[in-house]
């Protein structure tokens, strides 16, 4: 039993690569029998997101898809279709982040999908709402990052528009259709009605950049310019120490009164431009810049010891290899090391979420491609002989087997 929130619900994943598997990965820590269903070729993912052993489980693989079974089915053959129906009449939810002509296609269209199973929720993450002119365009990670206005922000607050250096729409979107999909399953459980989602990803992008950055645009007619100045400023970032950066959020009168007390500059707490609120949002270029040379003669560390007894809010600006050695992350146990058949060791990162009964319970190692097809074509009604014969059609794929040091010996 996989214990969890989530247990007793089957999820069917058509999805690939990042937004679709961050959704379902979260259904699958929290119980749900995630199904990955993949195409001969197996998930792009399994080969972009960086080298491995087995050369099918790339470390972004492994973060996106614990916790699933995985079955390969050529979806261009009609054995593998009929089984893909099969599997759908059991599943209480369906993802996919194929491109809804691509979904019709294959004549599972939403009404497709509801003739198949009329209590199945269906969610499908698109690039852009199929109500409007973009709907058919496609969609990946920096397409949405630029539609969406991320690359904006960078050159509002440093004059060159960039991208955010991971697949940041790709999560939050991702992270957005597990919601969608979890109150879909209560609202069913409650009232019996099934429903059909559609999870967008620039809409989405677009709501998140102008909630924070519309400005004065939110007023009828404007009162003036787009953007949050205060996070927009140049000087809105880490600030430079004697050995590395220490990032700072001094908002409230209190925070900032003890940093310029701490930094040796009481008489700032009475200065014109920083003795308020309104006054250090009006100056704050002036504000984010007095900080620049106060800091350089102490240490991030030192810096942190004297903030942190000031109450005012102040962390490290990591490195990705010291984040990943922080001790606050080692005392709540955010890694573990377990072992793969495969792979050997590997570092999985556990759920930062702590809950006494939420999670699933019995963990599962990201899949190798098609590892489960035989189980669940079993599942599913065909006998051994069927899926042999199946097998032989090239309708599915073998699962794939490691190179261990016993077959080397019968090689």
């Known amino acids: 039993m996989a214990g969890g929130a989530l247990e007793g619900i089957r999820v069917v994943d058509l999805t690939s690569v990042v937004v679709g598997p961050v959704a379902t990965m979260f259904l699958a820590d929290y119980g749900a029998d995630v199904i990955k269903v993949e195409a001969p070729g197996g998930d792009l993912l399994r080969k972009l997101g960086g080298a491995s052993k087995s050369g099918q489980l790339s470390p972004k693989f492994l973060h996106f ?3 699933k079974r995985s079955i390969v089915l050529d979806l261009k053959q009609a054995e593998s279709m009929a089984a893909l129906r099969r599997l759908l009449e059991t599943a209480d939810v369906c993802v ?3 491109r809804p002509k691509a979904m019709a296609k294959l004549g599972l269209s939403i009404e497709g999908l509801r003739e198949i199973n009329p209590a199945m929720i269906y969610c499908g993450l698109v690039g852009f709402g199929q109500g409007g002119r973009y709907r058919s365009k496609p969609a990946y990670d920096g397409i949405i990052q630029g539609a969406g206005g991320l690359t904006a922000i ?3 607050s440093d004059g060159e528009p960039r991208f955010v ?11 957005i ?14 009232t019996g009605a099934s429903d059909a989602i559609e999870v967008p990803m620039f809409e989405n992008m677009a709501a998140f950049v102008l909630s924070e950055h519309m400005g004065q645009l939110s007023f009828d007619p404007p009162r003036g310019e787009p953007g949050d100045l205060r996070v927009l400023d140049a000087g809105a970032k880490p600030v430079a120490t004697k050995d590395g950066h220490i990032c700072i959020s001094a908002n409230t009168d209190a925070q900032a009164f003890a940093m310029f007390r701490a930094i040796g500059q009481p008489d700032l707490c009475v200065d014109a431009r920083f003795n308020s609120v309104k006054a250090r949002y009006d100056n704050v270029s002036a504000y984010f810049a007095l900080r620049e040379s106060a800091l350089l003669n102490k240490t991030t560390s030192e810096w942190i ?19 990943f050695h922080d001790e606050h992350l080692n005392d709540v146990g955010l890694f573990q090391t377990r072992i793969h058949p495969t792979e050997g060791g590997i570092v999985d990162i556990t759920l930062p979420n702590k809950s006494q009964a939420l999670a699933r319970t019995n963990y599962m190692l990201p899949p190798l491609q098609g590892e489960h097809t035989r189980e669940i074509l079993t599942e599913l009604g065909y006998t051994a002989a069927d899926i042999d014969s199946t097998f032989v059609s090239g309708s ?15 090689a």
Request: hydrophobic share 40%.
């Open 177 to 190: 259709a597990s919601q969608m999909i979890t109150l879909a399953l209560y609202k069913r459980q409650m």
């Open 396 to 410: 599915v794929a073998e699962p794939y087997a490691p190179v261990t040091k016993d077959t080397l010996k019968h």
């Open 154 to 156: 960078f050159e509002k």
């Open 65 to 67: 898809n614990r916790n």
């Open 305 to 323: 010891e004297i903030f942190d007894e000031a109450d005012v809010p102040a962390g490290p600006s990591h490195t990705l290899e010291s984040l």
């Open 165 to 175: 250096p991971m697949t940041i729409a790709d999560h939050t979107v991702g992270l």
């Open 96 to 98: 996919s982040n194929m």
